[in-house]
Structure formats: structure tokens, C-alpha cells
């Protein structure tokens, strides 16, 4: 049966135009269920059959078998509860289907997954193209409306079909929607109706089920103020759309700060137009805008703009005195009398107006005890500082008191101070590694499951070795002498180098990355998992690989003495490492050595050493320190930041020792010629692809960025110039202090601080005015060393194959716009993968210093106005040193703004200078167990601690064995 589908579609000029397709109905289309015998089932489709022929019923309201039925906003508001095991044997509408993944692309991929899982028994059932259940749109329906009477209609033929069935007892259909006027519909139809919350609480041993029921239409119930409006109205939709087009309001992402719950900035990037922010205080003004949320914020007037506060406020808990409003509205008044003194500083603030897009997502965290005996009702404090507690109804609380969860928010109803949502999974005790490490996993949205079976189909056969097909177009370079620098213990060895010297006197230099592009085809389950992984995240006791470890750590890894496929880089060089050729190959190498950074600068000092891998990395090094000269010439930005590598114990797996990195020689020669290797490739790509290369850039920060450096400086006399990345170089190379000797690595640091984010981007989507990356000084670059580890080299490999002719485009290769949303997730899933590792660190620093207490050297970075941030270079690691004894006492020290410094007791505290701390742990908070620092020295008397003892255990446990040898 033909019929035909007409929509209209809005064009890029802005025009609208109507679109008919023909719409091909069947009769053929087969209902799903063991139990029909009148489908016509051929072999291959019978296969496909879920339904189960006689459903289990768990349900005191169903006591027959049926089949659920469910409409799309059960799926999309209780996507937690259909997802216990107790949903089984569920019919899903190609109607509902197509709906949830044009409003909700996660609850779009969750019900994908339910429907895979053969256990779940989900059948989906194509509505839409069966004769009998497709619907034509009514004139003046609304689309809402149109979908409820396709869903009705399919119950309804589900149910007539069913009862032609002979099998006994006969399958029913069930009807779950929580639409009041579909519901009532569905039951004047003879269909059997009923809201999700009334069949879960029919369900045998529904205690857990009930806690992961999202109760939006009910959930004022829970506040105890219901009635007093604590914030405005939201706009909406279309109110805040011709208020966005008459400029009255802004759109943006809603950020709130680290340091203060009552502070956030609003961004806002329109194309052709600079990144703007406006700032929210209060929260009032941040109106129930959650982290992540997209909103739209109208602009105070210039008389109420304000800056961001110097207070260091990290939950409602901290505040003056507790969590009340009047508190806040105190603090609040405080920090704008002090503005009065500092108007220069005041920054456009605005306050939100409406949401336009809702971000959240399921949220660890813990339950806090409630205050009243045998209540159901509770707070959950999320994990992220950002996100603010939770109220939420639980029957299992005894259960659920020091333990990890996970909770999701329903709504935010304008009489609650908090949002309203619901317990959806424990995840295991507090404090536990394996808890923790999960936590954090999750917190920064890391894919971490195992990889699924298709993925693991994609790999080749084991034993794997290469052959003459493998060979072909492939240079073999073999017989040079190369070898792979990495960190300690490094198992996915991306890349290698070799240099010897040419018959015209020239040095021939080479970098050989993996080349993993042969292993992973385009548009296969491995490429498209490692497109939504994105990068390998090393935590500081494993990795999450972006591909299988096959690939990783073997057969693309280019591990020494084996044959392994790369991907060349081979230039030739002048004495004063000046580019004279560059060539591009697809090769085959085998490394001779894979040392560690320290074992090839051993090899270079040692003057016994004269063997010609040792002068070949000689001169690799030479030439390296030239090629970093004139990096540096150019404008190049040397800044630092501090790092540190824990030594894990092999059994109990608990960190023994931490230590800062030390950076040598060696770790500049990889990173010159690694850097060299992408600017190549980056001109190379982008000559050939002008519209389509995959790029990175760095843009340089807004002048306001260097306020916190430039006042640094000036405090000790000092000017830093930012007009240009190479004058802001040489500033800091005059940046020093004869009376510290970690002064100039301090003032990297904060210059490290005052970066913007690098971001990837397709060339034909960004002006070539923004291809500049900042801190490298070069107009161009990419990514193409790391395959092994970044998806965005497995694509400039790509990219760079079809340059040379060694493979053949694809269609999405080409496409601009598919391109720049591969960058938007690559530049997402790089910025959490940072995020990850520092919480890993943070997380074995616990662990670490959980039995210890110790004083160590620190130096101020930042004087807040209630707090010091200071920097530990023994254990490159930084801290709040409070300065009040407790929440509620009152603080000795007086904040001067001016001068950016803190005095009490005749000492006075400024930025860099150098302090004694106490460092241990402290576990007042049992959701956020973290370092503390204690002042030893300078002395403040009724502030400061003694000394700690010189080796000084918390507990009676044994000290932890030294690492095997």
C-alpha cells in the first residue's frame, strides 16, 4: 500500500520549503510474540522474535501475562526504573522511538541498549509502516496529540491481534502512560491504562523500584516550605526566543565557579562573534540553573554589576553560620561594600531568566541522615561541588548511609531551595578505592565499560604477523637504527625516531608513529567506539584505553625488536636543523630500543657510549635544542605546571611513595620533534583538504585572563608584558627573585592559569584568522603522533593516507560539519579526561597521606579573602589553607584587596611567599575527604600549629612494604 508523508523544512537562507515523500505500508510486519501463530514468519525474522509466548506477571494490579505498552514520556522521565530487571517483555513504537531520540539522545542510547540486551525481551515494533496501525496527522493536531493516537492505536491492534491468537493463556496488553487525558482516552478504547507509579507499586518487592520513581507531577509535596516562592518564573521558550532576537537577553552555558556554590558565569559563543561572559551572584539570580544548563540571563544595569568574590564558599554549609537565605543576603552585602572600594573590577552581571536546554545527568554522591526519625524524605549531596544537593524520597535509607549512589534530578519547583529527583543505584562504601575510582569514572563521563563484542569482532585473528599484502606501498625502513623514548613502565608506544647523517652531509631525521589506521577501518564498531571514547585517560593506577589492548599494547604499540607498521615522517635537515625536504610514508620499522626518558639521557652523557644508536640520539638532542631555540624565538610559551607520578604497591595496589616529575633533555627532544611532526602534517592536510582538515588551535586570552599574573608581579615590583605571546616569554624570563629560587616556576604557573582551553576544529569551519596556536607560536598544527591513544590522529592519518595516495577517502572524511561535531566531542572528551586524571591524583593523595601527617615547604599562589591557595613542589600538589580554625570561628587575619595580602598577629602573607603547612587528611566531611594544610610557619600565635613530629603515623598500621625490585 503506497500513501505519502509531507513535512516543511526550514533552509539555511531562511526560506521554508514543503517536502512530500512517498510512504510505503505493509501488511507483513510481524507483532513480535511467540505466542502468534497467524504472522507470517519466515527464518531470519523469527530469529528476531523477544516477546516471550507466555510473560511472567509480577504485578498485583496485572495478574495475567501481558505485554507493556509504553508512551514516550514514561521512557523519557523513567528511563532508571525501565531499566530494572523487572521490565520485561516490553513492545516499543517506532512512534516512541523516533520521539525519544529527537528530545533525549542519552535516554535515545539507554533504551538501544535495553532493546539489544535479548534478556530485557524489548521488541520493537515498526508502527508507522504497518497498514493497521498508521496514523495520518489531523488538521490542527498537534504533534503531541498525533503520536498519543498512534500509540492507542497500535495498543489497540496489539490487543484485537493478540485475541485471534489459539495460545492459552492469551498474552494482554498493558498500557503504561502517566497523561492524564491519553490515559482516559486509552480506557474509553478498551485499552487496559495505567501511570507507571501505579503498576511499580502492584509489583512484588518494589521497595527499590518506588525509590528510582521520578514523581515530577508530585514532587512540591517534599518541600517543607511548599508555598513560598523562593525564586521567579521561568520564561518561556518562545518569550526567551524574541527576546534573544531583539538583543534583550543572552543565550549561554551556565558555569558555576569551583570556589564559591553562589557564583557562576554565563558563556556565550555565537559564530562570527567573540566569546562573551556575564556573571551571576546569588541565588536568586542563578534562578535554579543548574551547572552544564543552557539558559538565557538578561544583563543588569551598570549600577548593579558587581565581581566575583574573593570568599571561598564550597557548599551552603560553609557560609556564614549555616545555609540559611538571610545568610546569604548577608555575605552577599558584604562582598558589595567591599566592591564600592574596587569598582575597576566590576564585570557586566546579569541574572537568569529561563532554561533553554536542561544538561543533567545521573549524579554520584552520598545520602545525608536526616534529621527527622523514621522520614523517608532526604538530602543527597552530589560528589561535584558545582551541583547543588538533592531532595529525594527513599524507603532504604538504612541501607544507603555511607555509601556511594547515584541519584538523577526530576525538576526544580519554584518553592524549593533544592531540586527534586531520585535514588537510581549504590555503587559501594565510601572511602573504598575501587568506589571511588568508579566515582570519579563517572562523575567526568569516561566511558570505561568493557569493550562489546562487536568492537572485539573488528580485531584481527591471533597470532597476527605481517604478510605481502601488508607490505605493499609500504617503504621499508628496517634497516635504520630507531628507537622509542617514553615514560616508565609505558606499554602503548605511539611513536619512535631515528637520525643518521646523509653522503651530502645533511641529517636525515625520522619520526614513526603506529600506524593504527591499518587495524581500525572507517565507520566499523571499533571506529565508532573510539570516535565516542575519544582518548585514552591514564588515572594514576591504570588506563582506559581508547582501543582494545590487542591494538594498544601490542600489535599497533611499536615494541622493540619486532617488525611493526608506522606511518613516517622523514625530513631531511641542515646542520642548524632547517627543514629542506619533507616526505610522508606509509612504512614498516623495527625499534632497536625502547628506553625511558632517564635511560636515553644516560646514554647521551655517558662519553663511554659510542655505539651508533647512542650518537644517533646525540644528535637527535642537538638538533632538538636548536629546533626549541628557535620555537622560543618565535614567541613560544615555556610555562610549567606541576606533576606527579605515585609508585603503586603491586598487591594491595595502595600508592607507597609520590614524587614530582623531573623533567631532562631527553623529554625536549621528543616533544621538538613530536611538535615538528605535527606542523608538517598540519600544512600538508590542510593544502590538500582546505575545508575538511582536522586542525587544533589555541587562542590567545582576553587581556583581563593576565590580571592575576600582571598584579603578582607588580607586587614585587615587576611588570609583565602581554601585548604578544613572545614579549609575555621574555617577561617571565626576567621574572626572578634572587631570594627564591622557585619563584620563576611560580610565575609560570599562574601564567599557566591564564591560558585558554586548545580546541580541535575542521579548517572549513573556522576562519583562517583563528587557525593560530597561541603557546606553541605557530599558525598552524594538529595532532598526528598519538593514534594509539587520540582519535583525532587516527583521522589526520586518515587524512594524510588519501595527501600521499596510500588510501581512499570516504564520505564523512570530507564532510565539514560532520568533522567539526567529531571536534566538539573530542574537545569534550579531552577537557574530562584532564579533569579525570587530576581527580585520580587527588584521589591517591588521600590515600597517601592517610596515615601520615607531615610539614613540608609551600609557597602561596593565590590570597583569597578567607583562604590561601598554596603549592607543595615536593608533592606538586596544591591546597586551601583556611585561614579560621573552624566554619564558624572568626577569622584573625584582615584581607587587604589592594594589596592582595592576609596579616595577623604582625605577619603579614602574600603571593609567593614561602610557608611551613602541615599536611593530613581530613574526614569532617565524610563526602569530600581531602587534604588539609595547617600553617607551621610563619608562627601566628592562636592560628598556627606545632610541628609535626619528623615521622608521624596517624594509626598503629604497620608501614607499608618498600616496592619489589
Known amino acids: 500500500m503506497l500513501t505519502s508523508r509531507s513535512f516543511v523544512m526550514k533552509t539555511r537562507s531562511g526560506g521554508v520549503i514543503k517536502i512530500v515523500r512517498e510512504h510505503y505500508l505493509r501488511e507483513d510486519v510481524w507483532c513480535g510474540s511467540h505466542a502468534c501463530k497467524s ?57 516512541v522511538l523516533n520521539e525519544v531520540k529527537h528530545r533525549n539522545i542519552p535516554a535515545f542510547k539507554r533504551i538501544k541498549d535495553m532493546i539489544a540486551n535479548k534478556e530485557k525481551q524489548f521488541y520493537v515494533f515498526v508502527n508507522e509502516f504497518h497498514k493497521d496501525t498508521y496514523v495520518e496527522r489531523g488538521k490542527g493536531e498537534s504533534a503531541n496529540d498525533h503520536n498519543d493516537r ?22 494482554r496488553i498493558v498500557l503504561l502512560t502517566n497523561d492524564r487525558e491519553n490515559r482516559e482516552r486509552a480506557l474509553a478504547e478498551g485499552i487496559v491504562a495505567y501511570t507507571v507509579h501505579e503498576y511499580v507499586k502492584s509489583l512484588k518487592s518494589n521497595t527499590e523500584l518506588l525509590d528510582k520513581l521520578a514523581d515530577i507531577q508530585t514532587s512540591d509535596k517534599m518541600d517543607v516550605e511548599e508555598g513560598k516562592h523562593k525564586f521567579s518564573e521561568h520564561l518561556s521558550l518562545s518569550a526567551i526566543q524574541q527576546g534573544i ?41 542563578m534562578n535554579r540553573a543548574i551547572h552544564s544548563d543552557i539558559v538565557a540571563v538578561q544583563l543588569l544595569p551598570p549600577e548593579e554589576w558587581c565581581c566575583p568574590s574573593s570568599v571561598v564558599i564550597e557548599d551552603d554549609a560553609q557560609d556564614a553560620g549555616g545555609a540559611g537565605d538571610e545568610n546569604e543576603d548577608k555575605m552577599l552585602d558584604r562582598d558589595r561594600r567591599v566592591e564600592e572600594k574596587r569598582r575597576a573590577h566590576l564585570v557586566p552581571t546579569g541574572r537568569v531568566v529561563g532554561i533553554i536546554k536542561r544538561n543533567w545527568r545521573p549524579y554520584c554522591g552520598i545520602l545525608q541522615s536526616g534529621l527527622i526519625k523514621n522520614s523517608s524524605r532526604f538530602l543527597f549531596k552530589p560528589a561535584e561541588k558545582r551541583i547543588p544537593k538533592i531532595r529525594i524520597e527513599t524507603r532504604q535509607s538504612d541501607n544507603l548511609i555511607g555509601q556511594r549512589i547515584i541519584c538523577a534530578i526530576d525538576s526544580w519547583p519554584i518553592t524549593s531551595k533544592y531540586p527534586h529527583g531520585h535514588f537510581v543505584r549504590k555503587l559501594g562504601s ?46 621499508d625502513l628496517r634497516h635504520l637504527l630507531i628507537a622509542s623514548i ?8 605511539d611513536d619512535a625516531l631515528h637520525c643518521r647523517i646523509l653522503d651530502n652531509g645533511n641529517y636525515e631525521v625520522g619520526v614513526h608513529i603506529a600506524d593504527v589506521t591499518h587495524f581500525i577501518k572507517p565507520n566499523t564498531a571499533m571506529d565508532r567506539e573510539a570516535a565516542s571514547r575519544g582518548t585514552t585517560v591514564y588515572l594514576a593506577d591504570k588506563r582506559i584505553d581508547m582501543i582494545p589492548e590487542l591494538l594498544s599494547s601490542n600489535l599497533c604499540s611499536l615494541r622493540p625488536h619486532g617488525d611493526r607498521l608506522a606511518f613516517s615522517c622523514l625530513w631531511e635537515l641542515s646542520d642548524r636543523a632547517e627543514i629542506l625536504s619533507t616526505t610522508f610514508t606509509k612504512s614498516i620499522i623495527t625499534s632497536r630500543e625502547a628506553f625511558t626518558y632517564a635511560e ?74 613530536m611538535l615538528l611532526a605535527n606542523i608538517s602534517t598540519a600544512r600538508k592536510i590542510l593544502e590538500e583538504f582546505p575545508e575538511c582538515a582536522l586542525l587544533r588551535r589555541h587562542p590567545s586570552p582576553p587581556p583581563s585572563n593576565y590580571d592575576p599574573l600582571v598584579k603578582a608581579a607588580a607586587a614585587k615590583g615587576l611588570k609583565i608584558e602581554t601585548d604578544t605571546a613572545k614579549q609575555l616569554q621574555q617577561s617571565l624570563d626576567l621574572a626572578v627573585d634572587s631570594s627564591n629560587a622557585y619563584f620563576n616556576t611560580m610565575m609560570r604557573i599562574v601564567a599557566t592559569r591564564c591560558m585558554m582551553q586548545a580546541l580541535y576544529f575542521s579548517s572549513g569551519a573556522t576562519s583562517k584568522s583563528e587557525y593560530h ?85 609551600g609557597y602561596v599562589l593565590f590570597v583569597k579573602k578567607n583562604a590561601l591557595q598554596v603549592l607543595v613542589p615536593k608533592y606538586g600538589l596544591e591546597g586551601m589553607l583556611f585561614l579560621r580554625a573552624n ?25 609567593f611567599d614561602k610557608l611551613t603547612v602541615q599536611l593530613s587528611i581530613d574526614r569532617t566531611d565524610e563526602q569530600h575527604v581531602k587534604l588539609q594544610l595547617h600553617l607551621v610557619h610563619p608562627v601566628v600565635e592562636g592560628f598556627s600549629v606545632p610541628p609535626a613530629p619528623s615521622t608521624h603515623r596517624t594509626d598503629s598500621e604497620p608501614p607499608t612494604k618498600k616496592p619489589k625490585k
Open 486 to 493: 617514553d615514560p616508565p613502565g609505558c606499554t602503548d608506544i
Open 150 to 171: 498512534a500509540i492507542r492505536t497500535a495498543a489497540r491492534w496489539y490487543h484485537t491481534h493478540l485475541s485471534e491468537c489459539k495460545h492459552s493463556p492469551q498474552p
Open 245 to 285: 532576537k531583539c538583543g534583550v537577553y543572552t543565550q549561554g552555558v551556565f558555569q558555576t565557579s569551583q570556589y564559591n556554590y553562589l557564583e557562576a558565569t554565563v558563556v556565550s559563543h555565537s559564530e562570527g562573534a567573540e566569546q562573551s561572559e556575564v556573571f551571576i551572584q546569588g541565588s536568586r539570580a
Open 773 to 857: 596556536h597561541y603557546g606553541l607560536a605557530t599558525p598552524i598544527y594538529t595532532h598526528f603522533t598519538s593514534p594509539i591513544r587520540r582519535y583525532s590522529d587516527v583521522i589526520v592519518h586518515r587524512l594524510l593516507a588519501v595527501c600521499i595516495g596510500a588510501e581512499k577517502s570516504y564520505a564523512d572524511l570530507l564532510n565539514k560539519h560532520k568533522m567539526q561535531n567529531l571536534c566538539k566531542n573530542l574537545n569534550y572528551r579531552h577537557k574530562m579526561s584532564q579533569y579525570a586524571q587530576r581527580a585520580s591524583i587527588s584521589l591517591h593523595t588521600q590515600l597517601f597521606f592517610k596515615t601520615r601527617v607531615e610539614d613540608v615547604e
Open 430 to 475: 565510601v572511602g573504598e578505592r575501587e568506589t571511588e575510582n568508579e566515582v570519579l569514572l563517572l562523575e567526568h563521563d569516561i566511558p570505561h565499560q568493557p569493550f562489546s563484542q562487536s568492537v572485539l569482532n573488528d580485531l584481527p585473528p591471533v597470532p597476527w604477523s605481517i604478510c605481502e599484502q601488508d607490505l605493499s606501498n609500504r617503504q
Open 887 to 911: 566554619k564558624r570561628a572568626v577569622s584573625l587575619f584582615t584581607f587587604s584587596d589592594e594589596d592582595c595580602t592576609q596579616t595577623a598577629g604582625g605577619v603579614t602573607v602574600r603571593m
Open 39 to 95: 504472522c507470517q514468519h519466515f527464518t531470519d525474522e523469527y530469529l528476531k522474535v523477544t516477546l516471550a509466548a507466555e510473560p511472567e506477571s509480577h504485578s498485583q494490579l496485572c495478574t495475567y501475562p501481558h505485554y507493556l505498552v509504553l508512551d514516550t514520556n514514561v521512557i523519557l522521565s523513567q528511563i532508571d526504573v525501565i531499566e530494572d530487571d523487572a521490565f520485561q517483555n516490553v513492545i516499543i513504537l517506532q512512534t
Open 600 to 673: 636515553a639521557q644516560l646514554r647521551i652523557d655517558d662519553p663511554t657510549q659510542q655505539d651508533p644508536l647512542t650518537l644517533s640520539l646525540r644528535m637527535l638532542n642537538e638538533l632538538a635544542k636548536l629546533l626549541h631555540q628557535r620555537r622560543i624565538e618565535r614567541g613560544a610559551l615555556i610555562l610549567a605546571s606541576p606533576e606527579i607520578r605515585f609508585h603503586i604497591d603491586s598487591e594491595s595496589h595502595d600508592p607507597i611513595d609520590v614524587q614530582a616529575k623531573q623533567l631532562q633533555d631527553t623529554n625536549c627532544l621528543v616533544e621538538e620533534f
